[in-house]
């Protein structure tokens, strides 16, 4: 009897975790970890989308992650302006359209004006979603999407579910199928919390610089195991 086709998921999400502890074990500075979580962020990112997952998601900087040592934010957000600078000729090579979620009046111009042009410059790209989670926290995401509520003038009853989700930031992106975190630790962080209602959650025990394209493989096999209610 010949295997059933494997469904994929639209949207997976990941939580970049374990970047600074693989670095300390490897005997490496901290920083560097990071800068290796980057690299494998654009291999993971692509094998999603080379398997049919249309769109990735991945958490980069949290609101929460300004409160870290100056040094490292500084760092964070040097690998930030590369990615959303230099990585747009890797996007259009390989039919990947970037978008930023997240608050943009805190970070630097400089970054905010090339997020803007690589979106821009992406934007008709068909392969795959990449979507970069830059300060942003779910709790955030929600309360600046009720504020545009207001702001667009609806009265107390049109404040709905479906008015919510339309002023989140990039409404077009769909709910999360699954959110995969890294490094062991058991939690969603405030990530996604309006996409991922009815999230499948995977925990994965490696790192994240350790993940491989094999990996992407086994989170697709494992969605395949779960059985999705949507409360039903």
């Known amino acids: 009897m010949s295997e059933l086709p494997q469904t994929v998921p639209t949207h997976l ?6 970047n600074r502890r693989w670095a300390r074990e490897q005997g490496l500075p901290t920083l560097h970890g990071h800068k290796v979580g980057y690299d494998k962020l654009r291999e993971i990112g692509r094998e999603c989308m080379d398997q049919g997952i249309k769109y990735v998601t ?7 992650n300004w409160t870290r040592d100056a040094r490292e934010v500084s760092y964070l957000m040097r690998l930030l302006l590369r990615m959303a600078k230099r990585d747009v000729k890797f996007a259009l090579e390989h039919g990947i359209r970037l978008r930023f979620l997240g608050r943009r009046d805190v970070i630097d111009p400089k970054i905010r004006k090339a997020i803007e042009e690589a979106e821009e410059a992406t934007k008709d790209q068909t392969h795959g979603t990449l979507a970069l989670c830059l300060d942003y926290g779910g709790h955030q995401e929600i309360a600046d999407a009720a504020r545009q509520c207001m702001l667009d003038g ?5 404040i709905t579910p479906a008015a919510i989700g339309e002023r989140l930031y990039a409404p077009d992106i769909p709910p999360v199928d699954m959110i995969v975190r890294t490094s062991g630790e058991q939690r969603i962080s405030n990530f996604m919390l309006w996409r991922a209602a009815y999230s499948e959650l995977l925990f994965v025990p490696k790192y994240w610089p350790e993940m491989t394209k ?14 999705r209610r949507f409360g039903g």
């Open 154 to 158: 609806l009265k107390t009853d049109d």
């Open 13 to 18: 999400g990941f939580i970049l975790d374990g």
């Open 214 to 227: 094999q990996d992407v493989t086994g989170i697709i096999e494992e969605y395949n195991r779960r059985t």
């Open 58 to 64: 991945a958490y980069v900087f949290s609101t929460e």
